[in-house]
């Protein structure tokens, strides 16, 4: 079905691979378009209930852009590819009502970087290092890294990795906020799924509504709050609140159906 990602379903746990590696996973067009179709698969898949997205091979979970794509590109053009992205996967990803977390194995840089930053949470290996190189190739993030970045990890910090284009490892990425966790190589999928069937039995009608209501407020939005009330209440018509309820009053455990 695909060429340059794999996908495989297991225990309602949905893994999308970038396979690259022989190009570092670079993002191109092709990568773009399969992976913005897996996403949406996904997201309408009632069988999927949390998504990991990584990379082939132990060397990079994405290490950028494919830059041969960038060189007859004209403004308009350059701005065009940087919208569809957005609108395909970055914003997808983000938007899901599903869970998704990055596996960050090895580097993840320019789009790569901008790829993990729209995921829910990113799990890094101990090998994993992290940047925003663009400004060497005279050109900015153009898939949301300067507002994600900014959102994970503070405006000064930002604008020192963007301007600089240094790299940072993995342990200095948790620090600032920008990995939830550091795992060995061999076990950054296991901690992802770990995380995920922790979610899973959650109500699935709340997971979305948290995504949504946790995004609006990294994004600044003035309207957060009072959506957050709107959703609240939504709630309470679900037979899952009242599953809920119950099992709490009941002392036992409850079982959602996503209703």
Known sequence: ???????????????????????????????????????????????????????????????????????????????????????????????????????????????????????????????????????NLGIIPGYGGTQRLTRLVGKGKAMEMILTADMISADQAKVLGLVNYVASQDTVIAKCRELLQKIQVKPPLAVARIIASINEGAAGNPAGFDNEIARFGECFDTEDMKEGAAAFLEKRKPVFKGK
Do not use: W
């Open 1 to 135: 079905m695909y060429t340059t990602i794999l996908t495989a379903l297991e225990e309602g746990i949905l893994t999308i691979t970038i396979n690259r590696p022989d190009k570092m996973n670079a993002l191109n067009k092709d990568v773009i378009t399969e992976l913005g179709a897996a996403m949406q698969d996904a997201i309408e898949n009632t069988e999927v209930k949390g998504i990991i997205i990584t990379g082939a091979g132990p060397k990079a979970f994405v290490a950028g852009a494919d830059i041969s794509e960038f060189i007859p590109l004209d403004s308009s053009e350059g701005a065009a590819l940087a919208g569809r992205g957005r609108e395909l996967v970055f914003d997808r990803i983000e938007n899901c009502p599903k869970p998704v977390i990055a596996a960050v194995n090895g580097f993840a840089l320019g789009g790569g970087c901008e790829l993990a930053m729209a995921c829910h949470m990113r799990i890094a290996s101990d090998n994993a290092r992290f940047g925003q190189p663009e400004i």
